[in-house]
């Protein structure tokens, strides 16, 4: 295992700080990656990086990203739900480095829904 340098301990500063503005309810967005071991297998460490790539490239500040174990739906994997303030959270399947930042632009940024990547809203089946 390396050694942690400094710059590694402010990433994780920075980490721990969107966490608690989440619990403290600062966050606009809460974005969860499933990665039990069937979304790892199907490659959910892709959407993963994916994810993290456009949070800090866009430089947010007010978007948590999470993670959890397996959402029980094994072969829709890779999924992510997406929870924005005072809306139902948004179930997503079968993600794609490409379907990743097309629902991070339209729904994350935009509050619109990708219907064509959604399984569920909230506890209710997509169309």
């Not at 297998?41 to 990203?65: C, F, H, P, Y």
């Amino acid at each position: 295992m390396s050694k942690i340098k400094p710059q590694d301990l402010e990433k994780i500063r920075v980490r721990m700080a969107r966490t608690m503005s989440l619990r403290d309810g600062d966050a606009q967005a809460k974005i969860t990656v499933h990665m039990g071991t069937c979304g790892i297998a199907a490659g959910a460490r892709k959407i993963m990086s994916a994810l993290l790539a456009i949070v800090e490239e866009k430089d947010t500040k007010d978007i948590v990203v999470t993670t959890s174990g397996c959402a029980g739906l094994c072969s829709r994997e890779p999924m992510m739900t997406v929870e924005l303030k005072g809306q139902a959270p948004v179930k997503y399947i079968e993600l794609d480095e490409e379907k990743t930042k097309k629902i991070f632009s339209d729904h994350v940024l935009s509050g619109k829904v990708v219907k064509e990547y959604a399984l569920a809203i909230g506890s209710e089946r997509v169309g």
